[in-house]
C-alpha cells in the first residue's frame, strides 16, 4: 500500500516562507513524477509544481520565482520551498506521486498566510 504524507504546513505572515515535504511509503518499483497542487476556499484543485525522475522541474506561473520543488530520490521525498508567501497562497497544499500508470495523492496539509 501506497502511503504520501505531507508535512511542513501552517500559519504564517505574508512575505513569509515555509517548506513543506511529502514522503512517500510503501513503495513497489520507482515513482515517475511528484507534485504538489492546491486547493483554496472555494476554488478548484491547481497545480503548483512538479519533479520528474530525471531531474527536471517545473512549476506554475503564479509562483514562479517565489517557490521551489526539489526531490530527494533516495528518500522518496518531494519538497516545495516557498518564499515571499502571499495571502492568496493560502490553500490546502497536497503531493501527487505517479508509480506506473497509477496515481497516488497525499491528505494535504493547510497552508494559511496571513496578511
Known amino acids: 500500500q501506497v502511503q504520501l504524507v505531507e508535512s511542513g504546513g501552517g500559519l504564517v505572515q505574508a512575505g513569509g516562507s515555509l517548506r513543506l515535504s511529502c514522503a512517500a511509503s510503501?513503495?513497489?518499483?520507482?515513482?515517475?513524477?511528484m507534485a504538489w497542487y492546491r486547493q483554496g476556499p472555494g476554488m478548484q484543485r491547481e497545480w503548483v509544481a512538479v519533479s520528474t525522475n530525471i531531474g527536471g522541474t517545473n512549476v506554475a506561473d503564479s509562483v514562479k520565482g517565489r517557490f521551489t520543488i526539489s526531490r530527494d530520490n533516495a528518500k522518496s521525498t518531494v519538497y516545495l520551498q516557498m518564499n515571499s508567501l502571499k495571502p492568496e497562497d493560502t490553500a490546502v497544499y497536497s503531493c501527487n506521486a505517479m508509480i506506473g500508470s497509477r496515481s497516488y495523492w497525499g491528505p494535504g496539509t493547510q497552508v494559511t498566510v496571513s496578511s
Open positions: 510503501g513503495l513497489i518499483g520507482s515513482i515517475n513524477t
